[in-house]
């Protein structure tokens, strides 16, 4: 095939059309395109960076859990709402990160789990809109997996920040809650407005891990429940609550355990089917540790008829 005469430009919408590819996103060096796919990298989750605040949920498919490639759709649908150039993102094959200002947002997931985590790690000043972000990645996400797995029954899972903060064995989670129904179909669901009941203020609420035991609860409301807004001056009162939280124990945490599993299921599960082979020479320089893919005519076709 004459690679000149390829029809790139109609390659490249059809794998967007199938969620197969994010991008273009404009580097210096020119645009970039990200297939989820064909990333063989393994993002390990670390403890969030000083400084900054880890929410964390959870989504678990009990019935019928949607197929793996599935979960590749979901990462392009997260990716496409970081398309800004001066975004760093790194795309691998358990999900992907994205380091947008100081936050940095990750969707790992395991379809062995029939699981998808959400992390957004933040800065306590801006605590109300990570909340709002990772809201919009758990919408986006849902509402592309309904689009093509009708069947799946997503159950949601809510970390405690304040457990996730001092590494708790066990956080305290709030499972299928009643303040947040999932979208079920986009042409009958209400308003994301109206499924997700509106939280306020800093009040304490209870925690299984609260250290103040036997008395009233401290955690703030906003570590738990999500909060779109916060006062400067509440945010401050979160902050010198966090800051006031016993050190830390230097003991491997539930997040690092969680993620060495997962690892090395995956890892077990790459090793009894081996990631990819592309045969095509022309594509072995396609720079897939750095995300980024040349569009030749092999990948094209490696990519849709996968
Ligand atoms: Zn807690």
Not at 165 to 190: C, F, K, N
Request: hydrophobic letters at 40%.
């Amino acid at each position: 095939m004459d690679g000149r005469a390829f029809p790139e430009d109609r390659a490249i919408c059809l794998l967007k059309t199938f969620y197969l590819l994010c991008g273009p996103i404009q580097r210096n060096h020119g645009k970039e395109y990200i297939i989820p796919y064909l990333s063989p990298d393994l993002i390990v989750l670390r403890s969030p960076s000083a400084g900054l605040l880890r929410i964390k949920m959870a989504v678990r498919f009990d019935s019928l859990p949607p197929p793996s490639y599935v979960y590749h759709l979901l990462v392009v649908s997260f990716l496409n709402l970081f398309t800004d150039h001066r975004y760093q993102i790194k795309a691998a094959k358990n999900g992907s990160s994205v380091t947008h200002g100081q936050n940095v947002t990750t969707l790992l997931h395991n379809h062995i789990r029939h699981e998808i985590l959400l992390y957004t790690d933040t800065p306590v000043e801006q605590l109300d809109a990570a909340w709002e972000r990772v809201f919009e990645v758990l919408e986006t996400i849902l509402n592309k997996l309904k689009s093509v797995w009708v069947a799946a029954h997503p159950v949601c899972t809510f970390y405690c920040a304040h457990c996730l903060r001092s590494e708790e064995l066990e956080p305290d989670v709030v499972r299928d809650p009643d303040w947040y129904r999932p979208p079920e179909d986009p042409e009958t669901d209400q308003p994301f407005s109206q499924r997700l009941d509106n939280f306020t203020g800093i009040d304490p609420v209870p925690c299984g891990n609260d250290s103040s035991e036997g008395g009233p609860p401290t955690v703030p409301s906003p570590l738990r429940y999500p909060c779109f807004e916060l006062t400067a001056a509440e945010k401050s009162q979160i902050k010198d609550y966090l800051i006031r939280l016993p050190a830390v124990p230097a003991v491997p945490n539930e997040a690092a355990a969680v993620d060495r599993a997962m690892i090395e299921e995956i890892m077990k599960e790459m090793r009894e089917k081996p990631a990819f082979i592309i045969q095509d020479p022309q594509i072995n320089t396609v720079g897939l540790s750095a995300n980024q893919v040349t569009l030749t005519p092999a990948v094209y076709l490696y990519v849709f008829f996968l």
